[in-house]
């Protein structure tokens, strides 16, 4: 059985991020048969429809979506901020769920995971609610799971923005255990 | 009585935006009592924490941030992107309801309204759901109101993207009454 | 100034429910000036709209709206169901919200607090979420607040399901003290 | 290749409801290979956990949840009040997504669809937001799709219910279609 390929995006910019850190730790828990890697947004601008035309896409979108396209599968890690999707991973998912090129949305029919950290007790279970439907809107295959909320994220990750809590990377590991499942199922 | 002055964000950075054509189209709709101004997001750059800390702010944050403030109330127009929020208004508002400069959120407290517009059929009916979560999340008050949704603005609107059609204008003009009566219970 | 009087209705009809203890928690916390009832749903049939006229609705349906037609305010507890709104408890809303006897809907321009507990981690954080949509949707002013979450309510109440947990005490008395400060803007 | 059975359940109790008509048009629709039977869930009682205990629910429950067990996915049919989903419907899925007589939920990875009629305009977009979550809370695999969403139902529907309109008729066919593609990745 060939690796199935998934991306992960990160919904925060800000270097200390502990969801940054949760996608590192996923990469490193990620199973057999699975390559997790990083696709960073940091350089996507703005979404503006005026130049969401071939030809005239910012390069970022474009290498945004051709690393989405060849992807089997997308896990999204983000913060929640107002009980919201972070504009900043929504902007990225704007230009992504986009036709062009004379090809059709990047997004649609691909399987997709959440999971997010918080450093209170929410575990960004609302933000969580908000990108199901965002990803169902795209198309998306959603991953049925009861959810990776890591609240009080300040507790389970060292210095280092290493995931120490070892109930929290077991947990994460059947996820991905999980996911890579779906994922299988619509190769 | 003082004018109650509100502040419009449009959604969306296309120059021909339905959005913000339905956002001029409220401006000269506005009541007796009321002013009603755009405040542009077009400069606005993704968030990241690690410069939202006072004296590392962009200019264009702390100006948008200041004119919310000194505003009554707010009023969002806004697209719908694969049944959410656009980025770009995430992410304005993800800058603008933070703390800083010694002062609370811009927009805990803060009347709000939202409307919308789409050349589909759906008028943005599930991303008002899902920007309602957002700014009950920014614990602002939000007019309850059975929603102005804009379906099929391509036979509304002129050429000029001047609002054309008389009963979405009489709509809209009522709306606005309703958000003035709203805005005036929070002085 | 008179007293505020509001309703509470409990999500769950079950005899050891956490969220009708914390409703009569918030009986007995009710800051002076507030007068908080339970308003029970346990003999409101299922929704029909075929009896829901004038002459029809079941008698239990009656005394639900005009109780709540009288009062001031609403105070809704209520656990999380597969994220949702339990049924039970949205059954008696879809009642209570319809017109009928030439008069309008009890709950449009009511204002109205939501709370939950649960065994849990998430205190019904994401059932609160379609709730604030609901509540919206009857035209309610939803009391922007964080929210009162309740989470492993096992741990603050007692044997005799009485909330034990000060700290929780407290924040449900600020909260109560919040909403009538709410419920006073639209008297 | 067996048939593929789907229960379908409507979210309205009403006689003449649009809900249960367009259900029974999707019966006439469903294509080779699907057999799509009606639900009913008029005698489910308002939910209880002091009896959803084994050997004390109501038959009604039991035979819904068994049937839903023995089912290869699911179809919901539902109008939104209020913006939300029925009571009476999702009373009906908080009995069924409950484990019970050794079992677990016949509803956990079971795969689902969401369908709706209006008589208004919005053809019970918001309800679907809400129903997505709900599914998505139970574990349930959501079809990904646009959505089928059937605003203005009395000019659809003739005076015998019958779903006269032949672009809706066609469309519901290519949503079943999809729908059972979509039920074949889960045998």
Same sequence: chains 1, 2, 3, 4.
Avoid at 52 to 70: F, H, N, Q, T, Y
Avoid at 179 to 187: I, K, P, Q, S, T
Wanted: glycine content about 14%; proline content about 6%.
């Amino acid at each position: 059985m060939p690796q199935a390929r998934i991306v992960g995006i990160a919904g925060s910019l800000r270097k200390g991020s502990y969801n940054r850190a949760l996608l590192r730790a996923a990469i490193e828990c990620a199973p057999e048969g699975m390559t997790l890697e990083e696709l960073p947004i940091d350089d996507v601008p703005l979404y503006n429809a005026d130049i969401d035309i071939d030809g005239s896409r910012p390069v970022a979108v474009e290498r945004l979506k051709e690393r989405i396209r060849a992807a089997d599968g997308v896990l999204l890690v983000s913060p929640e901020y107002s009980h919201g999707v972070p504009g900043v991973l929504k902007n990225a998912l704007d230009w992504a769920s986009r036709k062009g090129n004379g090809k059709g949305s990047p997004m649609a029919g691909k399987p997709v995971g959440i999971i997010g950290a918080s450093t209170g007790g929410s575990g960004t279970m609302r933000g969580q609610e908000q990108l199901k439907l965002v990803v169902a809107g795209m198309l998306m295959a959603l991953f049925p799971h009861g959810g990776v909320v890591v609240p009080r994220a300040g507790d389970r990750f060292d210095d280092q923005l290493r995931l120490s809590d070892d109930k929290t990377r077991e947990f994460l590991g059947k996820y991905l255990d999980g996911l890579l499942g779906w994922v299988r199922r619509f190769e």
